[in-house]
Structure formats: structure tokens, C-alpha cells
């Protein structure tokens, strides 16, 4: 039901390329990430979130036919239905049925409770096209609630030392998550970069709560929060006005590495090792 080619996974039976590589007619998306939404295509067809995230990020004027979850439509001889996948906010997993056979493709997701996203559903199919990030058993995540615990021991230890703390974090779904929470279990201000903020308006929108943060503001001091920005503001000049300062790392890849960060924090928005395996197993495809 699936094939490749050079624009990505195709459906021949529905015409529709899932989160295509290259510009193409259809493209139905499974999450809002720019390796995953990219400009160029004709139709887009994701969910509600999906759809506000992707004209923030890529253009407002998008044609987009938006798709609630668990909720199937018809795309020629095929029906599709968009199933919570627990990366990020809107993010899903296709199912697609053509009356013989169901393929399911994940894009990305996580087993991990997300208090920001709707938790990841296992369905039964024929075919299962599982996202393989961290394919391998050298990655089994620890506790989150641990590692947020770390960043907050971080945190503190800088105040002791005045100087202030830079978390570094993917602006989409790692920003918020992190900030809901450290909110659930400590009372910090976060002053966050734009690019963060514009997002947590969306998730508010979508009923997320206690993503406020604070503005970046040169002329007060900030020791007595946390910065967080995505890791490409990491040489902005902006944030050379907050020196001296110690930088942070949110991501599956500071499990074996801090990435040239002072301190790596091993929180992922991706299944791991063993959630991948359990994951396949159930939808005994």
C-alpha cells in the first residue's frame, strides 16, 4: 500500500505522500516539525493543531483540510484516520485503509506521559512504519521527573554562584513540555525566547495551562529564573547579554553526550529502545 520514492512514503491507491521531502499535490502530515511540514505542497491535509502550528511556521496562507483525531475520511479508494502519536502537540500517526489491509505510519512519538499532547494510541494494522530515532538498545531513558529534578539542581547551583541559566530546548512540544513540568513541580519563572512563546500561544489555545512565561528584558536581572531557547539561539547576540551564564541540554542525545553543553539533560520527545520494540509488538502487525 506504501511505496518510496524520491518525494517520500506515497500511497498510490489515495495519491498522498505522508510528510513529503519534496513538493507534491497531497501531503498528509503527521506533526508540525520542519523535517516533517515542509512548504511547497499543494494540499496539506493534518490535524487542527498541526495545521496552526504549520501556518505560524510556514505561511498563514497554506491550504490545509483539517482532520480531528480518530475521525476518518475518504481519500479516494483509501480511508484515512489521524491517531494520537504523543511527540507534540497534534502530532499523529496515519492510518490508512484500503478495505484488504491496514498500514499504520507513525512519524514520530513517545510512550513517555506528556502532560502537553495527547498520549500515543496503540491500533492494531497489517503494516506498522515505525519512526526509529533511537534504534538502538543503547538508548533506554531515565526517570523524566529525575531529570527534572537535575535541571532544577542546576538551577539552584548557578544562583549560588550568580550567574544565569540558559536550558536549551526544541522550540515545538521539548520547550513546553519542560516548562509545564518544572511549573507542576516548582514555582520558577521562565523568560523565554520568541520563538517558544508564539508556540505555548497555540497550546494555551488547545487548553495546555501554566505555559506563561516572561520576556527576555536586557535591563533586569534574570538569575532568578530559568532562559530557555532553542539550541539555534545558542550564539544569538541576544543572549550575549546575559553573561555570564551556564547552558543546558534537553534531548535523547545527551544520554552518551552533553553535546558541548555545560549540563546534558536526557529528556526525549521520542520512544526509545524499549518502547519502540513494545510498541511494535502490540500493534502485532
Not at 43 to 62: A, Q
Request: aromatic fraction near 10%; charged fraction near 25%; include cysteine.
Amino acid at each position: 500500500m506504501i511505496v518510496l520514492k524520491d518525494e517520500g512514503l506515497y500511497c498510490p491507491e489515495g495519491d498522498f505522500f505522508i510528510d513529503p521531502l519534496l513538493p507534491c499535490k497531497n501531503a498528509v502530515i503527521t506533526h508540525a516539525h520542519a523535517d516533517h511540514a515542509r512548504p511547497g505542497m499543494k494540499n496539506y491535509i493534518c490535524t487542527p493543531e498541526t495545521s496552526e502550528i504549520m501556518k505560524l511556521r510556514i505561511n498563514n496562507d497554506l491550504l490545509i483540510k483539517e482532520v480531528e483525531y480518530n475521525n476518518e475520511i475518504q481519500i479516494n479508494s483509501v480511508k484515512i484516520t489521524f491517531i494520537p502519536a504523543g511527540h507534540v502537540l497534534g502530532s499523529s500517526q496515519i492510518k490508512i485503509d484500503n478495505g484488504n489491509e491496514v498500514t499504520i505510519i507513525t512519524g514520530d512519538y513517545k510512550r513517555a506521559i506528556d502532560p502537553t499532547c495527547k498520549a500515543f494510541e496503540v491500533h492494531e494494522c497489517d503494516t506498522f512504519i515505525t519512526e526509529a530515532t533511537f534504534a538502538s538498545p543503547n538508548f533506554q531513558w531515565p526517570c523524566v521527573d529525575t531529570e527534572i529534578d537535575k535541571i532544577i539542581d542546576w538551577h539552584k547551583d548557578n544562583q549560588q554562584k550568580n550567574i544565569n541559566s540558559v536550558l536549551f530546548s526544541y522550540s515545538l512540544g521539548k520547550a513546553q513540555r519542560i516548562i509545564k513540568l518544572i511549573k507542576n513541580k516548582y514555582k520558577i519563572n521562565f523568560y523565554a525566547h520568541q520563538s517558544i512563546r508564539s508556540i505555548n500561544k497555540i497550546y494555551m489555545k488547545y487548553g495546555i495551562k501554566d505555559l506563561e512565561t516572561k520576556t527576555l528584558n536586557t535591563k533586569k536581572s534574570v538569575i532568578e529564573g530559568i532562559i530557555i531557547a532553542p539550541p539555534g539561539a545558542r550564539r544569538s547576540k541576544q543572549l550575549k547579554n546575559f553573561i555570564p551564564y551556564s547552558t543546558g541540554f534537553c534531548s535523547g542525545w545527551t544520554l552518551n553526550s552533553k553535546r558541548d553543553f555545560d549540563k546534558g539533560f536526557t529528556i526525549s520527545d521520542h520512544a526509545d529502545w524499549n518502547d519502540l520494540i513494545k510498541t511494535i509488538e502490540q500493534t502485532k502487525a
